[in-house]
Nanobody
Framework: DVQLVESGGGSVQAGGSLRLSCAVSGFTDRRYCMGWFRQTPGKEREGVAVVSGDMTAYTDSVKGRFTISLDSAKKIMYLQMNELKPEDTAMYYC?????????????????WGQGTQVTVS
């Protein structure tokens, strides 16, 4: 099993920035895709961004504002979030799964982190 632990959430004013981190341990596969999802009460979990090898993809609502990256040496995935908006407020979840991944699909995910809260006011 893959263990995923998120950190870096918090409260920030609109227009500000946060960087989320996801530490990865346990089984890893270089073919794996990793990504970030978010969820607010009463809504389904929404894809934000994914990274697999040199490929990255973003949902339209965050494209140009968020950047996903991997530090392979430290085994940490990051989500740099700039120009934050109140509608970005959500619990953000780290995810890992197959290399056939998309921020518009949740079916590829095999493992989830516990989440880190982001609040934008």
């Amino acid at each position: 099993d893959v263990q995923l632990v998120e950190s870096g959430g918090g409260s920030v004013q609109a227009g500000g920035s946060l960087r989320l981190s996801c530490a990865v341990s346990g089984f890893t596969d270089r073919r794996y895709c990793m990504g970030w999802f978010r969820q607010t009460p009463g809504k389904e979990r929404e894809g934000v961004a994914v990274v697999s090898g040199d490929m990255t993809a973003y949902t339209d609502s965050v494209k140009g504002r968020f950047t996903i990256s991997l530090d392979s040496a430290k085994k940490i995935m990051y989500l740099q979030m700039n120009e934050l908006k109140p509608e970005d407020t959500a619990m953000y979840y780290c995810a890992a799964g197959t290399r056939f991944c998309s921020p518009y699909d949740i079916g590829w995910v095999n493992d989830w982190g516990q989440g880190t809260q982001v609040t934008v006011s």
